[in-house]
């Protein structure tokens, strides 16, 4: 079956760490997403990437960083300047820009 | 710029009863709509979009939603709720130059009375 796949579902993080979160898809979509959800705020678009080797700065991109070597996989970093990394951060693709985007399950990232 | 407004954070219902989620936006182009369900700990699945044509639109699991330009409304309404509806529903918004960004709206959690 194709789909997203998003490891680990959880994580923990300690002060001062980064921490990276992964993303692979199979679908054979050209574009991948990372949203940030936090309780009652719905989603916030943190990166996306359009193509290999290029990708942009979502809404609130300041304390993540990204990297897009292959089609399939899109990790997220978050560095430990991001203050409040405590949330459930959500990967996403889609074929084009106009074409829904398939979710993956999530990973919850906690503060130790 | 544009924006994804969703009335109600919480709406309840009894089972069969009608659910009626609603959705405004703004958009200085025609914009494309979607409705996505997140049931706990879980991603989101989509559940219909509108792109061109048709204004109402059919999805999954008995839910449509009818695109009213003229109210920047997109509500998503399903006429008989089952228990296994509850859930969180998002609706999201994009357009031609916006590279696929989507806009959500902050979520409405629907729960099913028995």
């Known amino acids: 079956d194709g789909g997203i796949t998003q490891s680990p579902k959880y994580l923990f993080r300690k002060e001062g760490q980064n921490v990276t979160l992964s993303c692979e898809q199979n679908l054979n979509h050209d574009a991948m997403y990372w949203y940030r959800q936090d309780p009652g705020q719905g989603l916030r678009l943190i990166y996306y990437s359009q193509i290999v080797n290029d990708f942009q700065k979502g809404d609130i991109a300041e304390g993540y960083s990204v990297s897009r070597e292959k089609k399939e996989s899109f990790p997220l970093t978050v560095t430990s300047a991001q203050k409040n990394p405590t949330a459930f951060y959500l990967c996403?693709?889609?074929?084009?820009?106009?074409?829904?985007?398939?979710f993956g399950d999530g990973t919850r990232l906690s503060i130790l | 710029a544009q924006s994804v407004t969703q009335l109600g954070s919480h709406v309840s219902v009894s089972e069969g009863a009608l659910v009626l989620l609603r959705c405004n936006y703004s958009s200085s182009v025609p914009p494309y709509l979607f409705w996505y369900v997140q049931y706990p700990n879980q991603g989101l699945q989509l559940l219909l979009k509108y792109t061109t044509g048709a204004t109402l639109v059919k999805g999954i699991n008995g839910f449509e939603a009818e695109f009213k330009k003229s109210e920047t409304s997109f509500h998503l309404t399903k006429p008989s709720a089952h228990m296994s509806d509850a859930a969180e529903y998002f609706c999201a918004v994009t357009k031609y130059n916006q590279g696929g960004k989507l806009i959500f709206g902050q979520g409405t959690e629907l729960s099913v009375k028995p």
């Open positions: 996403a693709s889609s074929k084009d820009w106009n074409q829904p985007q398939h």
